[in-house]
């Protein structure tokens, strides 16, 4: 299976910038990065799954066995013009997972945050999901619904939110940490849009779209 960036809106898609090198169409093609960390163009119009951007290249990353070690959180710089994941996903608490950018014209990876980082903000469990937003910095949720930034320029990290919780109080960290799949994407207005689903107690499959106002900023609120 794919993990997708998502279209929420037509602000989204517009968020998309089209790769030129590759000259696809922002309003026709989303992206996703396969279990082998291959980027692919989908098609939206039909679902159909393109050429991957890097099946040719020769440091394609391949994940190790285990499903902490996965590709995951793209999400695509019109900055830079760059795709921004995790190669292999944090996990445990400690290991702190390899993140990289790829870049589909040169063809060339850059290693952001090894597995012996030293960065104390750096996440250090499951990424679910990512995204960047319009000035080019990087986004994630973890599995226990933390919310990171990661700043290209600065090659640094911060945690963004500990805890996300609703209008009404609810614990929506909570949530996320159960119903562990889905994806994220910022709209053009700058605000956050977080698609949760998955299966709970009983194996009822459920789904929750959840929109955090913009802007976001690099300090580290309590929700």
């Known amino acids: 299976g794919l993990y997708f960036l998502i279209a929420l809106s037509i602000s989204l898609i517009i968020k998309l910038e089209p790769l030129n090198a590759q000259s696809f169409n922002a309003s026709q093609y989303i992206y996703g990065v396969d279990s082998l960390g291959r980027v692919f163009p989908v ?8 050429t991957a951007l890097n099946l040719t290249t020769a440091n394609t990353p391949l994940a190790n066995a285990g499903k902490f070690n996965y590709p995951n959180g793209i999400g695509y710089s019109s900055v830079d013009s760059k795709f921004y994941y995790y190669w292999k996903s944090p996990s445990g608490g400690t290991n702190k ?3 990289v950018s790829y870049n589909p014209t040169t063809k060339v990876y850059e290693s952001l945050t090894n597995a012996g980082s030293t960065d104390p903000n750096a996440p250090t469990y499951l990424i679910k999901s990512g995204s960047v937003i319009m000035d080019g910095r990087y986004f994630c949720l973890d599995v226990n619904g933390r919310i990171y930034s990661f700043s290209n320029t ?4 911060t945690l963004i939110a ?4 609703d209008a009404q109080g609810n614990d929506v960290s909570a949530i996320v940490s159960i119903y562990n799949t889905g994806d994220m994407a910022f709209d053009g207005l700058g605000n956050l849009w977080i698609v949760v689903s998955g299966k709970g107690s009983g194996n009822a499959p459920k789904i929750g779209l959840y929109m955090i106002k ?3 900023n690099n300090s580290s609120p309590a929700t």
């Open 214 to 216: 913009g802007p976001f």
């Open 154 to 157: 600065l090659k640094t990290w």
């Open 97 to 99: 997972g390899e993140f």
């Open 162 to 165: 500990n805890k996300i919780v």
């Open 43 to 50: 098609n939206v119009a039909d679902g159909t799954k393109g």
